[in-house]
Every structure is written in C-alpha cells, then in structure tokens.
C-alpha cells in the first residue's frame, strides 16, 4: 500500500493455490526446435504449439516440454486432466491437429488440475497479445470458463519462486478465437523498475511457463472437454492500456518545471507550514511519558502544517533538502494516498486526546477534509482511487486498492465514534459508498489486491498471507457482512504447506484446526525462543500496523495479541544479537539516499526482507509490546544519529553508515502518533474503532482463535536458511 512515487502496489503477500511449478518434471534434451518465419506485412507471432507434431509427448514448437499437472496425485480417479492430440476440423473448417483436453475436478476434496507447457525464456517483450483457438464439446459438456496463467521465474535456473500473470478465458461449444492483452496480466509487470513505466511489456521477457487451470471451484462444469489449437504469441501494435497508465490531468498547477526549486518553493506556499531547519538538537526529557509525548507533539506537526491549505489533504512524502529545508535535494510530494487520509483522521483524534488541539478544532479539521473529499472522483464501486493530486483532485492512478479503503474506511469509523454528534452524518456518507465485497474473490476466500479501472480486471494477486497488514480490513469487511466469515480462516494462511521450498523455515504444527466451526490449517514457526505464526517479510508494519486499531492485544492473548509480542522481541533479538546491529525495528521505510523498499527482521518472516535500515515507526508501534526495549530504542536513534527534525523523527537510518533519510512520510508519521496515543491514553484509538455494535460482534473473529493450541510441542530450532 506504500508509496514509491504516485503509485507502488508491491505484492507483498503472493499466493496461488494452483501453483505447476511444484510439479516435478523429467528433463530431455530438446533438438530440432520448429521455428516459423512471418512476412513483414503480417503480425510478428512466435507460435507456442499448434499440435501437428507427431512426438507422443507433445512437445511444443519451441522445444518446451509440455504435460498434464494435478494439485493433488493423491485423487487422480477423480481429479485429473487428459491429453491428446487429435484429428478434427478447425476454426477454418479444415483438417487440423488439435489437444484435446479432457479434465474432471468431480471430488469430494478440493481438487485442481489442468495442462502446461514451458516456454523456454520467450521473450513476450516483442509481442502484446496471446492468442489461441478454443472450443468446448458440446457432447461431453465443458466448463464456460477457466484461468489461464503465464509464469515467470525470479531465481532461474531453479525456478522455486515464479511471479504469474492471469487471465478468465471464455468457452464456448463452437471454435472461437480467444486474443488476450499481456497489459492485462498486471502481475507479470515490474513496478520498481523506471523503464517498465516507460513501456510495461518490458517486464514479459524469459516467460517460463504457460498453464491451464482447472479449479473446481470455479468451473461451470465439474467434468467435460475442451479443445486448444495454434497457441500463440502476437505483435499486434495495439497494446492496448496498461496498469501504469495515469489518468488524464484537469489542467496545470503551474507553469514551473517540477524539477526546479521553484516548483518545490511555488509547492511549499500551498501548505500551512514548512520546517525552519534540517535538523533538531535537544535534550529529552527523562521522565517516559514526557518524552513519548514530546515525540507526539513534534509529530503532530506534520498533520497539522504538511497538509495542503486549500484542499485539507496530508502530503505523502516530503524530502528536506541536504543542508536547508527547501534547498538543494528537497521534494514535496503533493500527492496523497487514500490511507493517509485514514491515518490523517486518527491522527487529528489522537492530536485531540493527548491535549494538543481542541475538540472543536479537531471536528473543523475532520469537516473540512470531508467536504474536499466530496469532490474528489471516486470508482464506480463506491471506493476511491489510490492516489489523488493535493493541489489538483484529480486521481493520479486508476487502480482502486482493498488495502487502502480499508484503512481509509478505518479512519472514518474513529473519526466518527470519537465526534459522533458532530460527525456521524458526514463520515457516514463515505463509510456507506462502498462494500467490501467488491474486492473479494469467493474461490480463493481471500481479497484481491485491487482493480484496474482502465484495463477492467482484478489484480493477479491476493492477499494470501493472514497475519500480515490487511487483516485489519478484513476484520472490518466481516463485521460490516460484506464478506463472510470464512474467508478469515479458509482464505489467508497462516502458515504454507511444508512442500513450499521457497519459505524460510519448515513449518511446525501444521495440523487441521475447527474454530467457530471453520476447518483449516494452522502452523507455526520456532526461531531463538520465540513461536509464532509468521508475516511475509517479518516487518513491524506487516505486523502489528493492524493492532493500533483492532483489540488484539486485551482480546487475543493466544493468538493475534501474543503473536505481536513475539514478533516485536523476534525485531529486537534479530537487530541486537545476531545482526549486532545498537538499534533495531524494521519495516517497509525510506531508503537513505534512494527512494523506498521493504526492511524486516527475516526469521520472521515467510519470505524474509532485506535487512540493514531502521526506521522509527518500528519502534512506536511496538510500545504496547516491549514499552521498555522501544522507549530506550528511541532515546538511542536519537542520541547515536541526526535523524531528528522539528516534526519528529525522519523516516530512517542506514546503521552501517549512519546515513539518514530526511523524509518524512505521512503513513510513517501517523503510525508513531496513533501508537503513542494508544500506549499512553488506554488503547483510545481502539476503543474509538470497537465502539461500533457491528465490530464488537466481530469481536469473537479475536477471542476464539489459538494460535498454538493442539499443536505438537517440539523443542525450538532455527530456522532453514
């Protein structure tokens, strides 16, 4: 959900069910590979398969292997897919070869099965489409639809990881020719890389694998025929739109270059404030509740001048400049996430309940965002758009986030139960545009990233990791009964089947559970200590962000609550005894002397980040967790590096060199003035949020789930590298 310029929406928890590549395969040497030369007047096409090989293995035309894959060998009398090759008329309605694939996913089990072909590192970059012929069998009935994926590897030669782009291809019971955009296999494109934001088709080259899915799930029909021919690659020169397309602008802001330190002087005059000096020395105050409030109060500078003066939003981001606030190096990010709104909320509440600023003026400050919000152009689904322009309005991306509306809904539920006479009707016209249902996917039970508005389709990817940043709209989404409650124990995972390679350690405890009647499968990880059911990249973000609104601390002791803890100390050993490190708390963060990228504390972690920053948001948010470890953690960030300003704490620190990122990120900022509010004031953030009847029903989601309840009792071990 973070914030590499105006749009980042790095999948951070991918998961698929349907995944070939753990199917193990014979190698063969290939010879003889078919190649097909195309006049220049016609379309560039690299032909995949068009099944006139005699070989009985059905080799493709690039030399690939190709094969049938099932998700469970165990159940091959009920699940399977069969291959052929056979003689029938084509879509021209002469003779051809054609696969004829016949499957059954008719079980009592889940079952998944389909057909692949490997593509030997085609380079896709040349071409915009994929296209084939395809027909069902009206005799033996076919399902009017399936998901077809193109994988890519990301650790060739071994091919463990693989990131995949997706496609719902339509069947009908006569030969139709299917042509699908590669723009739309969204979760094939690089975000991170500039030139991919130049021309996204860069990212489709050294395609490892096409795959047919058949999920029985999502079938029409559980068992039938289908029939595929001329599997193909095509230049078509029309592309057609793409996931880094933004939308078009309502007019200029200036006639300045954005580059220029004019552009950043003309930016910073639409703001309430600007800080004075790069850097602040000054002696803290001993006493903890002093000095945590001290940090709030800086802080809260942030909210209260960063913000656009004529339209009420919070800036992303603002960079300092190396040796004065609007010298060289400075940038000002006048552009907002729809979460920083969320977060802007809580942090006007929590500005209000540490003294800071009048109730009155916390109700104008809501009232008036609000009423900007209304001119803000929304999707059609009744959420926002991810990114807006603070000096413009103007939607900077067409993609709507899950993750974002959740924590913009988030906030408008503590705005509203903290002001409800003032505020109840205002927030409660957002808080009703939109339902939750819109991002849930009902065979997987999990919630899609997002939606690209331009291109129509749903991200390729789902947030499939449960103890990870979402489960907070989750929670919201099964309370409000736009999603049912299944999809928080039967969608995400708490831990991966041991089969996964990839993962960073074996799981433990991976035994089938029943809460509130729900079946599914648990697990854990053990590391220095510490068990716990693990996040993605062993962040403090992915971990305990959620908990500055939901109650797992007072309500899951042996779960959700006693999980955070265990990741705050799992932060605290990987930093101090094994990375030697004199600070420590990781997350997702500013990168000194770059941009942005993900940190954690890896054990952790499924995946596992990349270590070496610290980032002060790590810290505060951990304070429920290990009070005494963040105070000291924070005095010390202070004390050993010049990293902080006159709104608080910049955004990180590189320990190696004691570089530090002069930025400061709303999100960032907002994490440390919510937690505060909530480790000094009682949870008040928390309290705002449960205050509602439908989250208090929510409420037994928290109280019933144990994470390591039943589960083998095994000594601890570290992990697997």
Known sequence: MKKIFLFLGIFLSVFHAGCSADIPREPEKIENVKTQTVSPDLPKVAMVADFEAEDPKILNNLGGETGDWNLNPADANNSYTDLKIVKMPGKDGNASSVLRLTYSVDSDVPAQNGFWTKLKDLDGSQYDHLEFEIKGDPEEGFTEKFRLELKKCLDAPQCLETIQGSAVVPVTGEWSTVSIPLNKMTGLIDFANPECWKNPLRSYDSLDELIIIFNDKFVTQKTGR??????????????????????????????????????????????????????????????????????????WKYFDLMIDAENHLPLDNVQLGEEEP???????????????????????????????????????????????????KFHSSGF???????????????????????????????????????????????????????????????MYHGFYDNLGVYTDYRYG???????????????????????????????????????????KGRVEKTVLGHVYKGGYYEWNGLKYVPSWGGSSFEALMPSVVLKEKELAPGGLGGNNEAHAQGQIRYALEDLKMPV?????????????????????????YKSGVVTPHASAIALEYAPKEAVSNLRKLKELYDIYGEYGFYDAVEVATGRVARKYYALDQGMILVAINNYLNRGAIRNRFHKNPEIQKAEKLLTAEKFFEGAPQEAASDPKP
């Open 584 to 608: 420590w708390g990781m997350s997702p963060c500013a990168v000194p002397g770059g941009t942005y990228s993900e940190y954690g504390a890896k054990p952790m972690g499924i995946k596992g």
């Open 226 to 299: 289908i029939y595929l021919d001329n599997i193909r690659f095509v230049k078509t020169g029309a592309p057609g739109p793409s996931a880094v397309d933004q939308p078009h602008r309502s007019g200029e802001k200036t006639s300045l270059h954005f580059e220029s330190p004019e552009y950043q002087k003309f930016l910073a005059a639409r703001l309430r404030g600007f800080p004075s000096v790069v850097t602040v020395k000054k002696e803290s105050p001993a006493e903890e509740r002093a000095f945590l409030t001290e940090i709030a109060r800086d802080t």
């Open 465 to 507: 990791v449960f103890y990870a940043e979402p489960r907070a709209g989750s929670y919201l989404a099964i309370a409000r009964g736009d999603v049912p409650e299944e999809h928080w124990f039967l969608g995400p995972v708490r831990t991966f089947p041991e089969n996964y390679k990839w993962q960073s350690q074996t799981p």
């Open 384 to 446: 926002p758009y991810n990114y807006y322009d603070t000096t413009l309005l103007d939607p900077t991306s067409y993609f709507v986030s899950f993750v974002d509306s959740g924590w913009l809904m988030l906030g408008l539920y503590v705005a509203k139960n903290a002001f409800p006479e003032e505020l109840s009707g205002p927030a409660a016209e957002f808080i009703k545009r939109g339902n939750f249902n819109f991002f849930y996917d009902p065979v997987e039970k999990q």
């Open 326 to 376: 609007l010298g060289k190096g400075a940038w000002i990010g006048d552009y907002t996430n729809v979460t920083n709104i969320g977060i802007y909320f809580m942090s006007v509440v929590s500005a209000y309940d540490l003294g800071f600023i009048t109730r009155e003026d916390a109700v104008s400050r809501i009232k008036a965002t609000l009423e900007v919000m209304k001119k803000m």
